[in-house]
C-alpha cells in the first residue's frame, strides 16, 4: 500500500485537500494511509461516504475500522447544505476532548443531480470559510476522476488549496479562497418556462403554504414530502418578511426530476453559512429558520447579493 503523502504545504490550521482516484485501488491507496495515520497519532477519524465506497474503506482497514467513526454520506450530505454542521459538531467534541479531529468526507460522488454538484462545490467553498480561522484538523475530499462530469473535477480544483494523488500532494493553483463569497452572491440559473409566479406579505403565510401543497400534490410527491415543503414554505416566507422587507416573490415549477419551489425577496444575507451549522437557542438574529429548511428539504440553495436573496428547494420523486 502507499505510504502516506508528505510533500506540499504544512498548516498549522486547517488543511484542506482534494484526493483524486481512478478506481478501487487507488481510492484505498489514498485513504487507508491517510485515516491510520490519524488513528497512530490518536486523532477522532470520521469517515463521511456513500455506502459503496464506505464499505469499501472499512473492509481495507480491518480491525482499524472499530476506531473510526462511519457516517452514511448519501444520508448527511443529500443536501450537502447540512455537511458543514456535520464536521463541526465532530470539530468541537475533538477539540473538547484534546484529540484533534481528521476527516474523510465525499459530497460529490457520480449519479449526483447536476444541481446537488452545483451546491457541492459551493459547500467545499464555504469549507474554507467555516473553519480557516479556527481549530487545526485536516479534510480530505475523494473525486473520482473517471467518472465525474469534467465541470465537478473543476470545481475540485478551484474549491481545495491542496491536491492530492496517492503519495503526493501539491498546492492547487486554481484555488481562491474568495470564490467562496462570488458563489454565495451569484444568481441561481432561471428555468426559461413553465414558472407559475406569485407573490407574498405579512398577511399571507397560510395563502402560501397552501399554495405550495397545492403545487407539491399536483407534481406527484408524498404527503411527508409536501409536509416538508409546506413548513418550509412558512419558515421561508416569515424570514422574508422579517429580514427582506416585508414581502417576497414566489416561483414554482416542475421538472422531470422534481418539484421547484423559490422564495425570494429583496434582504441581504451576508454571513454565507446562514443555516448550515445548528444556531445557538439564545441567538435572536435569524438562522433558525434557514437550518430547519436544510433539515426538513431535499436539496436547499441559498443565494444573497445587495439585489436580494433566493431560497430554491427542490424535492426529488
Known sequence: MTPPATTAR??????????????????????VPFVREGLSRGEDVVVAEPPGRLELLRDALGPDS???????????????ARIIGAWSEALEAATAAGTGLRGVGEPAWPGRHDAEFVECRL??????????????????????????????????LQSHPVLSTPGHRRPSTAYSR????????????????????????????????????????????????VEALELAASELVVNSVRHGGGSGTLALWDTDEAAV?????????????????????HRADGGHGIYLVNQLCDLVQLRSSPHGTAVRITTWR
Open 10 to 31: 504544512a498548516s498549522a490550521g486547517f488543511e484542506h485537500e482534494a484526493l483524486f482516484y481512478r478506481d478501487d485501488e487507488s481510492f484505498l491507496a489514498g485513504l
Open 123 to 156: 459547500h467545499e467553498l464555504l469549507l474554507g470559510t467555516a473553519f480557516d480561522d479556527g481549530p487545526a484538523w485536516r479534510l480530505l475530499c475523494p473525486y473520482d476522476q473517471t467518472h465525474l462530469p469534467r465541470a465537478v473535477r473543476t470545481g475540485a
Open 66 to 80: 472499530a476506531a473510526v467513526r462511519w457516517l452514511d454520506m448519501a444520508a448527511l450530505g443529500r443536501n450537502p
Open 261 to 281: 419551489v423559490e422564495f425570494s425577496d429583496g434582504g441581504h444575507i451576508e454571513d454565507p453559512l446562514v443555516g448550515r451549522r445548528r444556531p445557538p437557542a
Open 178 to 225: 474568495d470564490a467562496a463569497a462570488a458563489t454565495f452572491a451569484a444568481p441561481l440559473q432561471q428555468p426559461t418556462e413553465g414558472v407559475l409566479r406569485g407573490s407574498f406579505g405579512v398577511d399571507d403565510v397560510r395563502a402560501t403554504r397552501r399554495t405550495v401543497a397545492s403545487f407539491g400534490r399536483s407534481c406527484g410527491l408524498s404527503d411527508g414530502q
